[in-house]
């Protein structure tokens, strides 16, 4: 059967975009694929879900996970030009997987925000799909996809937010949200 990489978006204002390519994640490695996850505005959170898959790629080495971004982009923390070149750094290793030939899954994580705040072009983004191997699969998460992202994509999952906690003033929970 002949492989044929794919275009995966999970956008909306719904919670599970990272939770659910980080499934994929997952799924992929069980399946035997090798799977590079580069994440363009976390920066040093430490979660379940990437407690996780650190665990798996410390297995066999067929899964990397590199948290490229500064963190929130809304702080005094780091300026703009900082969260730049981070997310310059970012692009650039996602170039470096997806042309490697390492990998048979990359996730960019979170790139949508990344476009959305300036901090990569949309017109860099494009280029990149397009440069992609041919049976390379690759997943683009966060809110606010660009139309144009949506349009290159062959399968586009928007989540809906329905009801959140948080409207009744329940705290984030910890395993649960993050």
Known sequence: M???GLVIVHTGNGKGK???ALG?????WGDGLRVCILQFIKGGWKYGELKTL??????DGRMEIKQCGLGFTNTDEHDEAE???????????????????CWDLVILDEINYAVKFGLVSLDDVLALLESRPKDLHVVLTGR????????????????????HPYEQGIKAQKGIEF
Not at 24 to 28: E, H, K, N, P, S
Not at 54 to 59: C, N, P
Not at 94 to 100: L, P, Q, V
């Open 2 to 4: 002949e492989k044929f």
């Open 54 to 59: 650190e665990t798996l790629a410390a297995a």
């Open 144 to 163: 606010e996809a660009k139309p144009e992202l949506i349009e290159k994509a062959d399968l586009v999952t928007e989540m809906v937010q329905v009801k």
């Open 83 to 101: 969260h730049k070149e981070a997310a310059a750094k970012a692009l650039a290793m996602a170039r470096d997987a997806m042309t490697s030939g």
């Open 18 to 20: 990272t939770t659910a």
């Open 24 to 28: 994929l994640a997952a799924r992929a």
